[in-house]
């Protein structure tokens, strides 16, 4: 198992290196003077000349690159044009918004998304089956801000179940829960329309196998034939969807965040935007290329748990 | 058929209850919202250590009938429309499904033709060998596992403690064979129900395998009803045979006297479309036309569409009826038996 995880690790190196060329070279071959964009056309040949060797970018690119490599492998990404802040601090300030946000959607969709989708397969064309392909429908065909505005129209102005600005700045566990929990559900639910799906033709599938007539033929009750026998297969195709669409879910984190006011990754990218920070946006798209790197990781990782055929491979 | 007739085709040959007896069978599946019947009206015994053999080509109806002796049709698309199935003295047709279930892999075994696809690729053979003893005999996991290592050196798996852990991908098509045999056997039913056990192995591991499970009959007084295609396997395991062809019983005797005097025209143009090393190839006489689709079933013998003594009388369906001189040697045709 150790040497698996190591091999997946070395082999997360070369992805990583071409990520993080690719948001080097995205940042400047974008057309226009950033100097220009930052400073504004008003701007001084003097005051843009000092800005250019504040950033770097009067050097050859190839010294920029080695440079711009360097820094990342030490962590540092640099510091804000706007505040003059050191980045890294600014994305540390936020990351455990987003990826409180993330994991409390991951957990919905899972928890809601596997066991819907086995009553889906195992009752076919029943209620249950047509309730998942109505919310599974819903889910996918929402996008993140539409839904997040119903869900706080309905719960939180309407109900006033849930406070309407998910302030996080309390101590209280119990407030801070309540706070994610409507952005969490919104988020979540994109996330229990893809599981459901995956998880609902796989059993049909998984339902028809072999080794599934052989379960039932040894004369195991349905319960374990269907949630140990067929569940653990499908689990394979399930861990993959989770981990292909939690760069989706990072990218509905954004949209999520900003339509609940919520802090994390996606206010920071508007803030970002809106003031032409390019050297925060560039950070951040290497915060955001670094975690879906991660996730692909894990994914693999998880792939050894649930299928024994990867870890001799 | 009338009660008496199928009372004296369910007796027994030896005077002990039989294992299995199956009488006046009759299983249907559904096409395109129709029901149609793939078992027609078909009865036998096994007693113990005794093995016969159900041959015929496929969609003849003979694994349909393993199902249904095993309640494991789909549900849905196959049922049970008339008979009763009794299965070491418990009736599985009068049985709730929670009965059948405690049946399964508790008092009848059964192995199936694909040795790849029939394990769970995901759980651990010792697992899957220990789990029909946590649910039947409510062992523990640990005793369940011990006993699991002991089928598997009884079904001889080489290195069988090192094993126990192992996955079925880490298996040979012969050893995950082995493993389902050990499944199959592991709470000492009474029957085991064999299906195409031989047919996706090698010629030599088809052997092996065929001799570990006469080995495992004579031990353990196995009543075994034995699913081919394969009549050189028939001729070299079973004690009787009966020859299915089109959800109908055609044949059924004695495998010696069967394979001396194939009475029924299937089954005289089965064998001689067998290739035999005393022969030469060429005089293979394949049998002309196809097996009709459930729906374009010929009323009357379902053979007659390819049968070279076809007369105006098989419009009508033939009985079973037993040769002269050999009452166990029953065939279903009117040329050959009226």
Redesign the interface.
């Known amino acids: 198992m150790l040497r698996f995880i190591a091999k997946r690790l070395l082999l997360a190196l070369p992805t990583l290196w071409a990520v993080l060329t690719l948001v080097f070279l995205l940042v400047r071959v974008v057309p226009g003077d950033p100097t220009i964009i930052v400073l504004g056309d008003q701007a001084s040949p003097a005051a843009r000349e000092q800005l250019r060797q504040r950033l770097g970018l009067d050097k050859p690119l190839l010294v920029q690159y080695g440079e711009f490599m360097v820094q990342i492998a030490q962590g540092d990404l640099g510091r804000s044009l706007v505040t003059n802040r050191p980045i890294s601090a600014d994305v540390a300030a936020v990351l455990p918004y987003t990826i409180e946000l993330t994991l409390a959607a991951l957990f919905i969709g899972s928890l809601i998304g596997v066991p819907l989708g086995v009553v889906a397969a195992q009752r076919r064309d029943g209620f249950v089956d047509w309730l998942a392909r109505i919310v599974s429908l819903a889910g996918l065909s929402f996008p993140a801000f539409v839904s997040g505005i119903l869900l706080l129209i309905a719960f939180a102005v309407e109900l006033r179940w849930f406070p309407v600005i998910s302030t996080v700045n309390t101590s209280d566990p119990l407030e801070r829960l309540r706070a994610l929990a409507l952005p969490a559900i919104n988020l979540g639910l994109i996330m229990v329309a893809y599981v459901t799906r995956v998880t609902r033709s796989g059993m049909l599938k998984a339902l028809s ?3 599934v ?9 349905s319960r ?1 034939v269907v949630w ?2 067929a569940l ?2 499908v689990l ?1 195709p399930v861990v993959t969807v989770i981990g292909l669409y939690l760069g989706v879910l990072i990218g509905n984190a954004v949209l999520t965040e900003i339509v609940f006011n919520r802090p994390g990754l996606g206010k920071l990218i508007v803030s970002a935007l809106n003031q032409r920070d390019y050297a925060l946006l560039q950070g951040l798209m290497v915060v955001t290329a670094l975690a879906i790197v991660f996730a692909n990781i894990l994914t693999d990782l998880t792939y050894g748990l ?4 990867v870890k ?1 491979a | 058929m009338s009660a008496l007739a199928a009372v004296a085709v369910v007796e027994s040959p030896s005077s002990e209850p039989a294992a299995i007896a199956v009488d006046g069978l009759t299983t249907s599946i559904r096409i395109a919202g129709n029901w149609y019947d793939a078992v027609r009206d078909v009865s036998f015994t096994v007693s113990r250590r005794e093995t016969l053999a159900l041959v015929g080509e496929s969609g003849c109806g003979k694994s349909l009938t393993a199902l249904s002796v ?1 309640g ?1 049709l789909p549900a849905g698309v196959g049922r049970i429309s008339s008979g009763r199935i009794v299965v070491d003295g418990v009736d599985m047709t009068a049985a709730t499904e929670a009965g059948r ?6 008092r009848i ?2 192995i ?1 033709q ?1 040795p790849m ?8 053979v010792g697992f899957q060998i220990a ?2 003893l946590i ?2 005999r409510g062992m523990n996991r640990r005793a369940a596992q011990k006993r699991a290592l002991e089928l598997m050196e009884l079904v001889r798996i080489p290195a069988a403690g090192q094993r126990l852990d192992a ?1 079925p ?2 298996f040979s098509g012969g050893m995950r064979q082995r493993v ?1 045999i050990a ?2 056997l ?1 709470c000492s039913p009474k029957v085991l129900i064999a299906d195409e056990p031989t047919t996706a192995l090698d010629v030599t591991i088809q052997a092996q395998v065929l001799a570990l499970l006469a080995d495992l009959q004579a031990r353990e007084g196995l009543a075994v009803l034995l699913i081919t295609h394969n009549l050189g396997v028939v001729a070299s395991v079973a004690d009787r045979v009966m020859v299915m062809y089109g959800g109908d019983v055609v044949e059924s005797g004695p495998v010696k006297a069967f394979f001396r005097r194939p009475t029924h025209p299937y089954s005289e143009a089965l064998l001689a479309a067998m290739p035999r090393v005393d022969r030469p190839s060429e005089a293979l006489a394949p049998i002309p036309g196809q097996v009709p689709t459930l729906p374009d079933m010929p009323s009357g013998c379902r053979y007659q569409s390819r049968c070279p003594l076809r007369i105006e009388k098989c419009a009508e369906r033939p009985p079973l009826n037993p040769l002269p001189g050999a009452p166990e040697h029953r065939v279903r045709c009117w040329v050959r038996a009226p």
Request: charged share 25%.
């Open positions: 196998e072999d080794y007539r052989t379960a039932r033929a040894k004369g195991l009750p374990l140990r026998h653990r297969n394979i649930v299928d024994p055929r001799t | 095993m494991l279930q405690a049946m399964r892999g508790d075994g059964m199936f694909e696809t029939s394990l769970n690729p995901v759980l651990p789990e029909a649910e039947h996955y991908h880490q389902m499944i199959a592991a």
